[in-house]
């Protein structure tokens, strides 16, 4: 079954709301190996609508479709698809019933509006929803199935959930296997170059896919074929030898994000951790604080950004500041030793460095970093390079410190 | 003129990346006034993309695609568009050299695989990417405009806005006028309810948009019209009637974020800021150092997630914490007088909270948050109720404590 999905509104097309639904949709069609084909979004147009369906229609076997399900003026899919579809619109009764104890409970009083809602294509299949007013609608057509769900994106989850995806394994049962790799510390084309050969060896049916971020890559293997166990078994092998391969940069798989690989790794080892950060001003603890029940794990955190703030919170030596200059091996070493001092932790580390614009000299250029990491008694030091702009030297400090303390942990005895 | 967007990549259409790119291209065209009329998305298939390509071309006069320009062998976008155009790959010394010193600087070499990378569709305009290896392509039909962006969405804005707004205007420049002010602290019906009767007065080629964001909401007078003069009067005009209704709650204007508001007014008074936080873990002291400057008003944060770490690092009393709780009124005051007596600042706020998903009590719930704010001597608390999912209830809690903290140094002498 190929399915594409349709997201309607003006306010997706100007940029105002980023398409949460789609994804949303695709991701979780996609667990149960249904195939998305493509994803379109157009105003609240009746002509812009009616072409999309029609141009969607004749390559995929189910269209979904979101918004424009609501009782105001410019919610207008569902006469769109009346007249598409070429089925009447009928009163019916049982969603009236519906919407009025739905304002009932809200000790409202339904209005001509919602009266207008009650109004379905014939022949719909609706889906109940218990968040709002707008049930899902489901068409058996011919060629085609169509389904229409409201825009908001809780009422559309719950449907999905509950109605569509039911309904559509009821009809189809495909097969595509999907199982992706958390890689840190390797660009790209450097793991593309060490699985070179695999990838060359891959089955027509396989295929590997690169998603990099600030730091990080995702390495992804799909398989798609004719039996569930054999594509499973194929995509595990392949995906073995990959993660053999590749080992080294491995963090974690599929949702897994850095700061969760390093707090699941603290937690089995009840370990404390926490940073001692410049440049960052706090982004690293965010990231750590970031997965639910980050309490387990993590203690706290001495932001200092001045000399002052790192010689009076971290004591770091003034000599040092001084000396070395406040991004330096020592200063950073400096604050490490002045956190294991200050607070009740295992591990944690430490960052100083230019995140930019300003601030940088011929021997220390803007998104020059030096970070400490480790524990009291094994305190280790790396200098990198960060060359894009603030922000994201900031948040790729971020994951490179996160992922060389996650490094240490498994070393480290 | 009218634009159509095109997404590229597997990734996209299994929801494994939510598509920010489309949203932002949208968003940066609608403000020079470039009708959008579609979005789509499509896999990484040579078929699919020329389909796309085909059927885009016919309904809009430029196509922005963003994906699959990388290295990688997933990555076929030049490939397809060089078949599609039917323009040969020539290898291109110049970006080979780019490629070449890109590496180099980062201390590594380029591969084949980059070399590759160096061969583009004859008669291509390259835009220059600084920030990774593939350029930007454009390319200029009979018919269409054609334009080809990296997905990394870092490279994608950057190119964006270096040279394909620049481009776009050199061939199409409508006469649009923007203006936005910044508000905090109301909601988006809070606010168009107190400028209705504006609202409803507008002339036609005005309009006002809303776009709330957590805690924050912008507001944006958009003019069209025949005279540059003429449209910027207007805007002007109504704009400043808004502004004055709205005044309460605006901190800024154009792109002025929160935290650059709150830095502002502390460079201007010469006044130090710091944070103490705790379900926050950090992200408060993170947004005051997103500006860049902000050395010149931060002095550091104090984060302590645990009770010992507020206990021993902002000397909050344990009876405090057994009696109120650390989500408590009495926490936040302690957590802030504790930072004051440790940190050489003049003004500070300090958080307490249950961020979720965990830790909620019948009495404090989830999202309960106590924020402290002022100065040494003037001490303010305040309790919210954050609605959402935790890292959201993070970031809000983060835009409402600052918000407090700015409106506290404005009426504060």
Redesign the interface.
């Known amino acids: 079954m190929k399915v594409a999905i349709l997201t309607i509104g003006d306010e997706?097309?100007?940029?105002?709301?980023?398409?949460?639904n789609?994804?949303?949709?695709?991701?979780?069609l996609?667990q149960i190996g249904v195939e998305?084909?493509?994803?379109?979004?157009?105003g609240d147009q009746a002509n812009?609508i009616k072409e999309?369906l029609t141009?969607l229609s004749s390559k995929a076997d189910l269209i979904i479709t979101t918004g424009g399900l609501g009782p105001t003026k410019d919610d207008i899919t569902k006469e769109v698809i009346s007249d598409y579809l070429g089925r009447p619109m009928i009163f019916n009764k049982e969603i009236f019933q519906l919407i009025s104890d739905f304002f009932e409970q809200l000790g409202r009083k339904p209005t001509e509006a919602h009266r207008q809602q009650a109004y379905m294509p014939a022949g719909v299949e609706l889906m109940h929803n218990k968040l709002g007013t707008a049930p899902g609608m489901w068409f058996t057509e011919e060629k085609n199935y169509f389904c229409h769900l409201p825009g908001v994106p809780y009422e559309m989850k719950i449907l999905l959930h509950d109605h569509v995806i039911p309904k559509i394994r009821s009809i189809y049962d495909p097969i595509i296997v999907?199982r992706?790799l958390r890689t840190a510390g390797a660009g790209?084309?450097q793991l593309?170059?060490l699985i070179r050969d695999i990838?060359n060896q891959l089955p027509e049916h396989l295929?590997?896919?690169?998603?990099?971020?600030l730091g990080t890559v995702?390495v992804?293997v799909?398989g798609r074929g004719a039996s569930k166990d054999q594509v499973l078994n194929e995509v595990d092998q392949w995906f073995d030898k990959i993660k053999n391969i590749l080992d080294h940069y491995v963090y974690g798989m599929e949702d897994e994000s850095l700061s969760e690989a390093l707090g699941n790794i603290l937690r089995k080892k009840e370990l404390k951790v926490g940073?001692a950060?410049s440049?960052?001003?706090?982004?690293?603890?965010?990231q750590?604080?970031?997965p639910?029940?980050?309490?387990d794990y993590?203690?706290?955190?001495?932001?200092?950004?001045?000399y002052?703030?790192k010689t009076?919170?971290l004591k770091v030596k003034p000599e040092i500041l001084l000396r070395y200059g406040a991004v330096s091996e020592e200063t950073v070493r400096a604050m490490l030793e002045g956190l294991f001092d200050?607070?009740?932790i295992d591990v944690g580390l430490s960052v100083s460095g230019i995140a930019?614009?300003?601030g940088g000299t011929p021997d220390k250029p803007v998104g020059t970093i030096w970070i400490a990491y480790g524990s009291r008694n094994n305190i280790k030091t790396k200098k990198i390079?960060a060359?894009?702009?603030?922000?994201?030297n900031?948040k790729f400090t971020s994951n490179v410190a996160i992922n060389l303390l996650r490094k240490f942990l498994l070393t480290d005895k």
Chains 1, 2 share one sequence.
């Not at 998305?36 to 157009?42: E, S």
């Open positions: 997706l097309l100007i940029g105002q709301t980023i398409d949460t789609a994804s949303h949709i695709a991701k979780e996609n998305i084909i493509g994803k379109q979004t157009v812009n999309s141009m999907h992706t790209e084309t593309a170059d990838e295929s590997i896919a690169y998603l990099p971020d995702r992804r799909t940073t950060e440049c960052t001003g706090g982004y690293i603890a965010h750590i604080v970031t639910a029940g980050a309490s993590y203690e706290g955190s001495i932001i200092t950004y001045s002052e703030a009076k919170q200050k607070m009740d930019g614009p300003g390079l060359s894009k702009e603030r922000a994201l900031i």
